[in-house]
């Protein structure tokens, strides 16, 4: 049974670490949660959960607006071969969350360390960075120390690369 956005916010105290969150109705894409741009300062995430063929996952964590290169990444990530996106089963195997409400906050759930978390670079310059605490109805504001701080609390060693560009608006 995967872990609850309550369990979530028990580790994250457990820890020290400090976070506000949010409430708001689903958001499902990236355009529907940038309605609340003003109201949440900070970085805002894109999450892609990945694939090669040997079967390794990836979640890249990304800025909101940052483009990636599906055909080129794997060579950044060390990935085995190209990637494709993971399914649906393997995302709620691995990190017990639903389309729309990925989230790096779903390495809770990966207890078996089955997926490579990757942090943008350009979205690990923020100061603050907002995800969803493994549902989409809400918001969270964690630093970003702090998040890498949690990864590795739940035996992930994030690896901060540069994946992404950033499109123009």
Same mark, same amino acid.
């Given at each position: ?15 020290? +670490? ?23 300062? *900070? ?5 892609? !959960? ?17 483009? &990636? ?13 190209? &990637?494709?996106? *993971? ?17 790096? !906050? *779903?390495? +809770? ?19 603050? +960075? ?11 504001? +964690? ?11 739940? *035996? ?14």
């Amino acid at each position: 049974m995967p872990r609850t956005p309550d369990d979530l916010f028990a580790m994250l105290a457990e820890l020290g +670490i400090a976070v506000k969150t949010v409430e708001h109705p689903p958001l499902f894409t990236v355009g529907e949660s940038q309605s609340l741009r003003g109201q949440i300062a *900070g970085g805002h995430t894109k999450n892609l !959960f990945l694939k090669d063929k040997k079967d390794r996952f990836f979640l890249l964590t990304v800025e909101e607006e940052a483009e &990636v290169d599906l055909k080129q990444v794997h060579h950044i990530i060390g990935a085995a071969s190209r &990637v494709s996106f *993971g399914k649906l089963e393997k995302l709620m195997d691995h990190l017990g969350v639903l389309p729309g409400a990925v989230t790096a !906050f *779903g390495a +809770i759930n990966d207890e078996d360390g089955a997926v490579t978390f990757v942090l943008d670079a350009a979205l690990m310059a923020h100061e603050t +960075i907002n995800a969803h605490p493994l549902v989409n109805t809400a918001t969270t504001s +964690i630093g970003a120390d702090d998040l890498v701080k949690f990864l590795r609390a739940t *035996g992930h060693e994030p690896l901060i690369l540069n994946v992404s560009t950033v499109s123009p608006h």
